[in-house]
């Protein structure tokens, strides 16, 4: 069992070796992970190929455990299609703590995207995520984007980095930061 997330990094490697990867990107999309430390990525296809999946889930060892996944767009994004990969990782990553004994944790559901429409930025924006009866926000943000500065936006608190926690898994939480950084 592993307590507070203490040695949870090692253990996702371990029990999850063959999709454990160095960079979240796929198709000319990445999500920027320089700044942290205590985290390992997933890569969600080679987590199962029967169901759709997201691209990335990123485990970050604090307390609570800070769960990130992310959905990397470089085309078109569908809001029905991201929502159920999404929904898919959330089980994937809470069956993986739930195994490693560190069920207590946070979160964060994002959608990268080389260019945003209007339309499916609205759509994405309003759509909810249901796992184990709870339901998330999806964060849209942009291809490239650094995730220390999405977890700053969202008022995240990661020891060490000065941030302060005002989030408890974007459940039910209108994001008007992130509309305002995408609008500009």
């Keep these: 069992m592993i307590a507070n997330g203490r040695g949870l990094v090692a253990a996702i490697r371990g029990a999850c070796s063959s999709a454990v990867i160095h960079k979240c990107e796929d198709e000319k999309c990445c999500l920027r992970t320089d700044g942290l430390c205590h985290i390992v990525m997933l890569k969600g296809e080679a987590l199962t190929r029967k169901r ?25 994004v569908d809001a029905s299609d991201v929502a159920e990969k999404l929904e898919t990782a959330l089980e994937y990553s809470r069956a993986i703590l ?11 559901c994002l959608v990268l995207a080389k260019r945003w429409a209007p339309s499916s930025y609205r759509v994405l924006s309003k759509k909810r995520v249901i796992c184990g009866g709870r339901r998330f926000a999806i964060v849209p943000k942009r291809c490239g984007d650094q ?7 969202l008022r995240c608190d990661l020891p060490g980095t000065g941030l302060a926690r005002n989030i408890h898994d974007v459940e039910e939480r209108k994001i008007g930061e992130t509309r305002k950084c995408l609008d500009a």
Excluded: M, Y
């Design 52 to 76: 759709k999946i997201c691209d990335c889930l990123l485990f970050i060892e604090v307390s609570p455990v800070l769960v990130v996944l992310a959905e990397l767009k470089s085309k078109t």
């Design 98 to 108: 739930d195994r490693l004994g560190s069920p207590d944790h946070q979160v964060i």
């Design 147 to 153: 995730l220390l500065t999405i977890l700053k936006q």
